[in-house]
């Protein structure tokens, strides 16, 4: 597996998603309430742009025309048929038994922890002020 850079932390602040192109493979890396998960750019029930689609929560019914938002900014419904996916785990509640959007492993790592190359170049000390967002393949 293959890992890549894809942002520095503050560059997908919670509640906001990035759209990056890996491997020849569009991904959407979102960051829900501090966690960073990431989902392949297509919807597996059409074929469309499914980052692109509106981050929502669930609604939880109660008393006759009462209801509550919960779960906020933790589901993405697709642009073209409204089909919703849980973003942490790409799970589907339309087809729960058939449909998951594809996901990748995501981690915040340090920029000192990255995977060193075999050359070496002439160094100045450096500071690391911010972690980086790591997507793996």
Partial sequence: MKRYVVAA????????????????????VFNV???????????PHGGAALCKGTVVGLVRPGGVGEYELI??????????HGWEFEISSGQSYCDPTKVKARKFDVAVER??????????AETYNVAIENDYVVLTL
């Fill in 71 to 80: 779960r906020k900014g933790e589901f993405l419904r697709c642009p073209w």
């Fill in 111 to 120: 920029g000192d922890d990255l995977v060193k190359g075999p050359y070496v």
């Fill in 33 to 43: 309430n501090g966690a960073f998960y990431a989902l392949l750019n297509r919807c």
């Fill in 9 to 28: 932390v503050p560059e997908i602040p919670p509640g906001t998603h990035k759209i990056i192109e890996v491997s020849g493979r569009e991904v959407g």
